[in-house]
């Protein structure tokens, strides 16, 4: 939503798109309705864009670049850095080594990993939080975490291995339907070449070994193979790279990885609670 003291605290980034497009829309001799027009939005949406009472959406300046960016990438590459933003603090150093990864193993315990979630489920999970977020701030976090899936795509592609706890799939954000529609996503996720999913079940077998009960983790790999962990918790963060810890880390993944069901196992689970499967 349009607001006036967005003008006061909008980024640089946002100030600097502003005033671009509106450059380049007053060289073409373009009124806002016509850039509306061009890009699919009002004129009072262009309006707010350019004196940054509503700061450009992720649509909205891919948009903006199919129009306007006469191909020179300034607005494509804007959307990275207004996205980087929108992110928490305690997110922003991370986001970048997650997008460029080679290879990412995760072990979520509370709640889908943000990589995989429907945009449904990020609502609730991140409007439903306490405290009460406005209505703007989730719409701005959501828009991001779900920017954040065009990893699964990247080319070359990136080798993400991801250990759900049994527990976060039976845990119900939103509703019946958003956790159905949140199961058919997850599937779908798993049958992607570059994707393992596995459930960490409930029940650990005769041995009762658990190797997850210290935590959500991401381990990275980066494109120079650097190994990095990062750890969040009630809205605090650490990112590590001492080998040491980061070794330590990797091989509690990998315990925890072979105290999951197997690739094919997990998929039947989920498809049975997306209820696609008898």
């Known amino acids: 939503m349009a607001r006036a003291g967005n003008k ?45 009472a509503q700061p450009a959406s992720d649509d909205m300046l891919a948009a903006l670049e199919r129009v306007l960016g006469d ?14 933003e929108k992110y928490p603090d305690e997110f922003k150093s991370y986001v970048p080594l997650e997008q460029t990864a080679v290879r990412i193993q995760l072990y979520a315990m509370d709640f889908v990993h943000g990589l995989f979630q429907t945009e449904a489920y990020a609502r609730a999970l991140i409007g439903g939080g306490y405290p009460p977020l406005p209505d703007a701030r989730v719409d701005e976090l959501v828009e991001a ?16 291995e991801l250990v759900l706890e049994e527990s976060v799939l039976t845990r119900v954000y939103g ?19 570059n994707v393992t999913l596995q459930v960490l079940p409930l029940d650990p077998g005769p041995g009762g070994e658990y190797a ?39 091989q509690r993944c990998a315990k925890i990885r072979a105290q999951a069901l197997g690739p094919h ?3 039947n689970l989920i498809e049975r609670l997306a209820g696609d499967q008898q």
């Open 8 to 52: 006061e605290t909008a980024s640089p980034t946002a100030q600097m798109v502003a005033e671009v497009a509106r450059t380049m829309r007053i060289k073409r001799k373009w009124t806002q309705e016509r850039l509306g027009s061009e890009i699919g939005y009002s004129a009072a949406a262009v309006s707010a864009m350019e004196t940054c």
């Open 265 to 267: 196992k997990s998929l």
């Open 145 to 160: 975490r779900m920017a954040r899936r065009a990893l699964l795509d990247r080319d070359p592609a990136a080798l993400i």
């Open 212 to 250: 997850g009960g210290h935590g959500s983790l991401n381990v990275l790999e980066t494109p120079d193979h650097q190994h990095l962990t990062y750890l969040e918790v009630q809205e605090e963060s650490w990112l590590i790279n001492d080998p040491a810890k980061v070794s330590r880390y990797a």
């Open 175 to 193: 509703g019946k339907e958003v956790m159905q529609e949140q199961m058919r996503h997850l599937a779908e996720c798993a049958r992607r070449r």
């Open 71 to 84: 191909s020179t990438g300034i607005f494509e590459t804007a959307r990275k850095y207004i996205r980087m």
